[in-house]
């Protein structure tokens, strides 16, 4: 267990995630069929003059939104699991560190941002991974 700190970096970072997760349910469920959404939709859609899609089509879209984001924070949240596990073998933690390193940055991206600091926890873990899996080397 030399590397200690980059698997509670990764653990801090696979709970953020976990809030990414489970807010994003929490939202997917409060979304459809709420009148209050559908309030405000309306009120946004004559703000901006749309005229393109319907309510539902917009209501519809951001479901799908919340839908989208939990699957994907899901799987970084598996792929910091992974690196976790990887990282207490000791001849795979370069492996994770590079594992981490590309997880932090399609995290970011593909949350749309949302994911912006867990994945910069998962970088500075990845960093100090294979910073010290080459210094042992």
């Given at each position: ?5 980059e ?12 809030v990414?997760?489970?807010?994003s349910?929490?939202l ?13 939709v309306?009120?946004?859609?004559q ?5 393109e ?6 209501i ?8 989208y ?6 799987a ?9 596990y990887?990282l ?6 370069k492996?994770?560190?590079?594992l ?10 593909s ?11 998962y970088?500075?873990a990845?960093?100090?991974a ?6 042992v080397?």
């Open positions: 267990m030399k590397h200690k700190t698997m509670i970096l990764t653990a801090i970072g696979i709970l953020l995630f976990g990414l997760f489970a807010g349910i929490l997917y469920g409060n979304v459809e069929g709420n009148p209050e959404t559908l309030d405000l309306q009120s946004f859609m703000d901006e003059k749309i005229v899609f319907s309510e539902q089509q917009i519809s879209y951001i479901g799908n939104l919340f839908i984001l939990a699957v994907i924070s899901f970084w949240i598996i792929f910091g699991a992974v690196a976790i990887l207490k073998k000791e001849n795979k933690v492996t994770a560190g590079i981490l390193m590309v997880t932090a940055i399609l995290s970011t991206l949350t749309i941002g949302l994911g912006i600091f867990s994945g910069i926890i970088l500075i990845g960093i100090m294979t910073a010290r899996s080459r210094s080397s």
